[in-house]
């Protein structure tokens, strides 16, 4: 499987292949376009630099999967990117949800709760994806996992530090927090779920096995959940509001890829 | 030892002489040292408001950062716009330093911001209504700051004067980036085309006001004299303008745009490029706050500020 542009794929592996693919760049695209609106909005402008550095990498990341399928023959990286309607995307729905009430250009009034929690609990997720993808069947795949890998550590001592530290704060912080964790929770089945091909995914060694994956999760966060008083239990993983793997999707990602599309539309054969 | 006064014994006068020749020799005064109060408040006031126009700054572009067209110039927008705000956290730990004797902090910055005490540079009271003015903010807009910051790379004050010269290194990235964008626009679509355009018109006079008045009898004050006298800076306003023009028309012209000003031309025999003057009461308006975006945009700062209170305060009581 090392040389997609000299062997064929067998078309079940290709399947399973660009099943992952999609999720894992729709994943990096959406959440990095949710970043970009928070630009200027973050608590403090030390913040804001880090959390556009954060983005910005994740947007990259997205764009090196994206290239992954387009080596793959799916199409260009730019209409994977901006020409898909929200019924052929793949991301977790949690991801597109809006960063708060409000427009990213005059009202927004954007949850940094909710930043934190979706960040740090997706990036972990990430993680260990990352770390799994180390060893797929598909090399390519294995290649970028590891440049991706080499960023994703800052990223995670990055908001592990702020949740951390919100959890531990006084006053209106926590009940804060945890209302963010609740709302993180009941979509996260939606981020470690590989969605219907997730067996065969497994099967053809291009990542591990789903529920491998949420164990190693568990595992990582639990030391930091205890740090802070909080326990977490598997049952409340949900997918409440559809599952993104599926094609199954939330309003605020049709607003969201009217905007991030809009001038890619005026004309898409255009160079820009 | 006879004969020889301590520095503590110095007469203000002797500290201000003092002070005068190092600036002179082409010293660098750092935050610690002896400085004249207005020369401190000419700093802690210049420094802020570039600070927070590299903030301010950020919004315009804001808007396009999520709508870039391709996933190169996403990553490209990101880049610059974090670069931007990278400055601001920069410049405004300078002038904090500055402050500190005064017993002032950050958070007088933003209030003095939204009380309208602060005022940004007016290009970012401008609206940016198409991606081709994502490009030409790029291009021009960081184009004439390079043509200001330059000018101040020789600062007397050193944390400045550094904070500067690495600025002014990111800055050509700035207008590269903003170039390649103006390029691709030009050479694209009667539709891209007319986008490039139609930036440019909306810009110009914005852009001539970027650099400031003429002299104080234009706009009642300027600050020019007392940055020139302190070798803050070098160039006059005019000088400043005068440069942009000359390294920016041609290239203006070269793409086959034109600039709206049926006036400008090159004078051979003044050596100097002859040109309509921006309207500068609209100019003394858009400072204050009341430029077509000035408001929306200071509301949204001001909405984010106030919605992050409960973080600040978890930050304090954290530590
Ligand atoms: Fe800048
Ligand atoms: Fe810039």
Redesign the interface.
Known sequence: MNKPDNKPFDPAIKSALTALLYQLADDDFILAYRGSEWLGLAPHIEEDVAFSSISQDTMGHAAMFYQLLEDLGEGNIDSLAHGREASERKNAVLLEMVNGPGHYLSTAQYDWAFAVVRNYFYVQAKKVRMDSLKNSSYQPLADVALKVNMELYYHLLHWKTWFVQLMQAGGEARPRMEAAIKKVLGDFEGVLTLGPLGNEIAEHGLIEAEERLKQRWLFMMEPVFESVNLSVSESVFAMKNGNGRKGEHTADLDAALSTLSEVYNVDPAASW | MSGVISYQEWTEEQKYEQFIKRIEAGEKIEADDWMPEDYRLTLIKLISMHGISE?MG??PE??????????????GI??K??DE??H??LL?RVAEDLMKPLGKTREDIMQDLFSGRLKFHNVFHMEAPT?GDAGLIGWLVDGAAIITQTNMLNASYGPYARALKRICAEEVFHAQHGEA?IM??A???D??RAMVQDAVNRWWEALLMFFGPGDATTTGTSKQDTTIKYKIRTKTNEELRQDFFTKYIPRVLSLGLTVPDETMQFDQQQNLWVYKQPDWNKFKDIIKNNGPKSK?RL???Q??YD??E??????N??N
Do not use: C, F, H, Y
Request: proline share 4%; glycine share 8%.
């Open positions: 903030i950020a919004l804001k808007e396009w950062v999520p709508k870039a067209p391709s996933l190169k110039r996403k990553l990101m880049a716009v974090q705000m990278g601001g956290q405004l991606w964008i691709a626009l050479e694209g679509t539709e891209q929306e509301g949204l700062r909405t984010a919605t992050n409960w973080v600040r305060d978890a930050l009581t954290a």
